[in-house]
């Protein structure tokens, strides 16, 4: 009604203006004040030391038959747990639930475990959680908190002719079931923007562990999902304030585990679930359960327990720092990741290449690898 009292007023008239026409010229991007992030080393929380279960063939999503058990086994993934676990649990729920099966036991408490409970769940079915330590205090605690779903998810020349499309559908599934915990208390999944710096040639290495001897032909498969993630841009000196020749940045997926799995175990609860705290030493404890069907999330632990041996240890250190919730960018440069959560700031030295750690299965905290780390990005704050 405001509109047409104006329109008979004659106040919407404007045929005398001048006619604009938009141009294609490129928006001018201002650098941002980004916050400085304090690399004191004197302000580490802790530092926690993860086991990325690697193999060769990828992930391990098969059925097997343990006495009278089915068991359904999902682990495996490398340093690609988190990132894939919407997809990985997809399948194995599927496998599970084949020939009618509506009782089914989880073994895990971790991304993989919590997923495909909450997914075997959902599909109608009667699900148990056994597990020797609920989230907090597994191996997937201790993930870096970024989407990265071919972070060593299988060595190039041992994986089948069809797993390319199986990691594929299974990135593609996980990407969208991420995307329904942005926004949510607590910011399980959010996005942030990564900026990735490099000095001049010859000005300094990467910083971090030496890698291990040999070379693994970590599969790449990244170039498969174009078009689906968001892409970086090159930046121009005056666009960022770091003092590096070269930059660019982009929005990266990112994951507040302490939260996510908070959510994921309340909505399990919440939904009819149990979870039974149990520790297994041998294939042949399976038989126990009422479950006729379990699946076996494990991660690193089915080394142990199934006598797995193709899985290599893949040691990742993370040196914390307490949350700076002005901080709210990622970094990337020299090996050093930099991702701001809201359980502390994560530092990670992954230096030359991802044979860093390869065959690693050292658990022990490396102080000075974490101060190296911190005084390498203290020098892109030094004049902040």
Same mark, same amino acid.
């Given at each position: 009604m405001v509109l047409a009292g104006l329109a008979s007023a004659g106040l919407t008239s404007c045929a005398s203006a001048p006619v604009?026409?938009?141009t294609a010229t490129r928006p001018v991007f201002q650098p941002k004040a980004l916050a400085p992030l304090l690399t004191d080393p004197g302000r580490l929380s802790r530092?926690?030391?993860?086991?990325?279960?690697?193999?060769?063939?990828?992930?391990?999503?098969?059925?097997?038959?343990?006495?009278?058990?089915?068991?359904?086994? !999902?682990?495996g993934h490398g340093g690609s747990g988190w990132s894939l676990a919407w997809g990985s649990a997809a399948v194995a729920r599927e496998l599970a639930?084949?020939?009618?099966?509506?009782?089914?036991?989880?073994?895990?408490?971790?991304?993989?475990?919590?997923?495909?409970?909450?997914?075997?769940?959902?599909a109608g079915a009667q699900v148990t959680i056994y597990a020797a330590e609920r989230t907090p205090y597994t191996r997937s605690a201790r993930a870096t908190g970024v989407w990265s779903p071919d972070?060593?998810?299988?060595?190039?020349?041992?994986?089948?002719?069809?797993?390319?499309? +199986?990691?594929?559908?299974?990135?593609? +599934?996980?990407?969208?079931?991420?995307?329904?915990?942005?926004?949510?208390?607590?910011?399980?999944?959010?996005?942030?923007?990564?900026? !990735?710096?490099?000095?001049?040639?010859?000005?300094?290495?990467?910083v971090g562990p030496a890698p291990t001897p040999g070379r693994v032909g970590f599969a790449r498969y990244g170039d498969r999902l174009a078009g689906l993630t968001p892409r970086s841009r090159e930046l121009r000196p005056d666009e960022h304030p770091f003092r590096v020749p070269t930059a660019s940045v982009g929005p990266i997926m990112t994951f507040n585990v302490a939260e996510y799995a908070r959510q994921l175990t309340e909505a399990f609860l919440m939904e009819g679930g149990r979870i039974v705290q149990r520790t297994f030493y041998h294939p042949s404890e399976l038989a126990d359960l009422a479950e006729p069907v379990v699946v076996n999330c494990t991660g690193y632990g089915a080394r142990a327990l199934f006598r797995d041996e193709s899985i290599i240890p893949v040691r990742g250190q993370?040196?914390?720092?307490?949350?700076?919730?002005?901080?709210?960018?990622?970094?990337?440069?020299?090996?050093?990741?930099?991702?701001? +959560?809201?359980?502390?700031?994560?530092?990670q030295a992954n230096g030359r290449n991802q044979m860093v750690g390869y065959g690693v299965a050292d658990e022990t905290p490396d102080r000075a690898e974490a101060e190296q780390a911190l005084a390498a990005l203290g020098t892109l704050f030094a004049n902040a």
């Open positions: 604009v026409t938009p530092i926690t030391v993860c086991l990325r279960p690697f193999r060769a063939q990828g992930p391990r999503i098969e059925t097997e038959t343990v006495g009278d058990k089915r068991v359904v086994h !999902n682990y639930l084949e020939g009618g099966q509506r009782q089914v036991a989880v073994i895990g408490c971790g991304a993989l475990g919590l997923t495909s409970a909450l997914q075997t769940l959902r972070s060593r998810i299988a060595a190039a020349a041992a994986v089948s002719a069809d797993f390319p499309a +199986r990691w594929e559908a299974m990135a593609r +599934r996980s990407w969208v079931d991420h995307h329904a915990f942005v926004g949510l208390d607590g910011d399980p999944v959010r996005f942030i923007d990564q900026y !990735n710096l490099e000095d001049a040639p010859g000005a300094g290495g990467a993370i040196a914390w720092l307490p949350p700076q919730p002005e901080v709210t960018y990622g970094l990337f440069y020299r090996g050093i990741g930099m991702v701001p +959560r809201a359980d502390g700031i994560v530092i």
